[in-house]
């Protein structure tokens, strides 16, 4: 039995999930989501997190039964506090009679104290190690927060402390018809066709872009390989991109502002390649199993890098020769992309009986 069961006496039936952050951050936390689902199956599982995750919670019907728009809380930067909003949400989640409130938000010293006053049958997650007034509502299902430690892994391993088998670390993506729809209006417009383009995505968090002109850089080179270079984006990430398509010698095509979610992961589930900072358009690849190189210039890769290290490069923006770099590292995962294509070619022509020679 796990510890949540242990603690209840029986098994939760209102699960709410508290985790108020961005894009990124979400899909680092879908195996620990997964793992929930299968440990709870006929639970309603509400999700409550920033206002743009109702988009998130749509595409991940199997996880989440419920989206819950989180209005603020003093001392976390993520939301505005409303403090009206904020008195009033918590009015509403004590009258729902949560079983269990799962804290995924991270350490815990600003929000433990928030979620207890949900009135749950309990509250597991998080609670820090090195902050002199920490706090767990109930001190037996919380795990103390690990410093230094991948964000999937981070999470995994709070539910493995829960006694919750996790059935795998991959992240997910679902792609819907309506994204596939959007995809190939796309696709028509800018007369591109999947496997011969490339995606570049020059913006992220202020602060923590690579320079344009090093994008523009590496675009011109993959140009040169004959490979059409797609910039994306936010509309709110226009100038970057119109900046690095100002500085390339080559043309490319400017799709900022065009995309969805969704239909910016089918695009780049038809690229060859990814190269991007260390934002959140770097998880939804490694969620696609789409192959990248990202450039880190702040954050922590042993804590944001993609897992799978065979399909996903890292580049750390103090390394010397960083524009050769990333061209080398994207150069290596399209040759061999070709390999593996080359190989399944040949295995298939194999099968069907067919002379490949």
């Not at 599982?45 to 595409?59: D, M, Q, T």
């Not at 089918?266 to 199993?289: I, P, Q, R, Y």
């Not at 992309?337 to 022509?349: N, Q």
Request: glycine letters at 8%.
């Amino acid at each position: 039995m796990n510890k949540i069961n242990m603690a209840l006496g029986r098994v939760p039936e209102r699960i709410a999930v508290f985790r108020a952050l961005k894009l990124g951050d979400l899909l680092c936390a879908v195996p620990a989501f997964r793992a929930v689902r299968r440990a709870f199956p006929n639970a309603h599982i509400a999700l409550i997190s920033l206002p743009w995750a109702s988009e998130f919670v749509a595409r991940f019907p199997n996880y989440f039964d419920e989206f819950i728009a989180f209005p603020g809380w003093p001392g976390l930067p993520e939301q505005p506090l409303n403090p009206a909003q904020t008195v009033q949400f918590l009015s509403t989640m004590q009258s729902r009679q949560w079983d269990l409130v799962l804290q995924q938000q991270g350490n815990g010293t600003l929000i433990n104290a928030m979620l207890a006053l949900f009135g749950s049958g309990a509250v597991a997650g998080f609670h820090p190690t090195d902050h002199p007034e920490r706090f767990a509502p109930n001190p037996d299902l919380f795990m103390p927060y690990p410093p230094v430690e991948h964000e999937i892994i981070r999470h995994s391993r709070l539910m493995e402390f829960l006694g919750i088998p996790v059935p795998g670390t991959e992240l997910e993506f679902p792609l819907t018809d309506a994204d596939q729809t959007q995809l190939n209006g796309l696709l028509a417009a800018h007369h591109l066709t999947p496997g011969s383009y490339v995606c570049l995505h020059a913006g992220g968090i202020s602060g923590r872009r690579w320079p344009a002109d090093r994008f523009a850089r590496v675009a011109d080179a993959l140009a040169e390989r004959g490979l059409t270079v797609v910039l994306t984006g936010t509309q709110a990430e226009l100038l970057v991109a119109e900046t690095v398509q100002q500085q390339m010698h080559h043309p490319s095509v400017r799709v900022v502002g065009e995309t969805n979610l969704g239909s910016l992961a089918a695009l780049l589930k038809g690229s060859a390649l990814l190269v991007s900072n260390d934002t959140g358009v770097s998880h939804v690849a490694a969620a696609c199993a789409v192959p990248s190189v990202v450039v880190f210039t702040s954050a922590n890769p042993a804590e944001w890098a993609p897992l799978d290290q065979q399909r996903h490069r890292v580049v750390l923006e103090t390394e010397p020769d960083i524009v050769a770099r990333v061209v080398s590292e994207a150069i290596d995962l399209l040759n061999h992309a070709k390999t593996e294509h080359s190989h399944l070619a040949y295995s298939r022509g194999v099968s069907d009986g067919h002379h490949l020679g």
